[in-house]
């Protein structure tokens, strides 16, 4: 089996920063691009960022300038670094990602639990 676990999540006043950590395990032969997504109360799930297996990224326009994307292929664990929060980014933060699994033949979408991340003062 494949799992994605979130952490790092938690309550932060705005202007404030915080660091979530998504680390991959399990049956894995590969990971291809991963991401991070987030769904607030009442609204759809949407895109925050996407990472390549290379490390090229891309940022919801909201995103951009105020997170980072990163990852460590050798800890198989995606990073997303939130600077200067704002009420509005309070959500369930989900990570996404393509893994090929030894008994797969083609790569398949994973999903993590959610992390409740809260701004407010």
């Known amino acids: 089996q494949v799992q994605l676990v979130e952490s790092g999540g938690g309550l932060v006043q705005p202007g404030g920063s915080l660091r979530l950590s998504c680390a991959a395990s399990?049956?894995?032969?590969?990971?291809?691009?991963m991401a991070w997504y987030r769904q607030a109360p009442g609204k759809q799930r949407e895109l925050v960022a996407t990472?390549?297996?290379?490390?090229?990224?891309n940022y919801a326009d909201s995103m951009k300038g105020r997170f980072t994307i990163s990852r460590d292929n050798g800890k198989k664990t995606v990073y997303l670094q939130m600077n200067s929060l704002k009420p509005e980014d309070t959500a369930v933060y989900y990570c996404?990602?393509?893994?090929?699994?030894?008994?797969?033949?083609?790569?398949?979408?994973?999903w993590g639990q959610g992390t409740q991340v809260t701004v407010s003062s």
């Open positions: 990472i390549s297996s290379v490390g090229t990224t």
């Open positions: 399990g049956s894995i032969f590969s990971i291809n691009a």
């Open positions: 996404n990602a393509a893994i090929k699994s030894w008994s797969r033949a083609r790569p398949e979408d994973y």
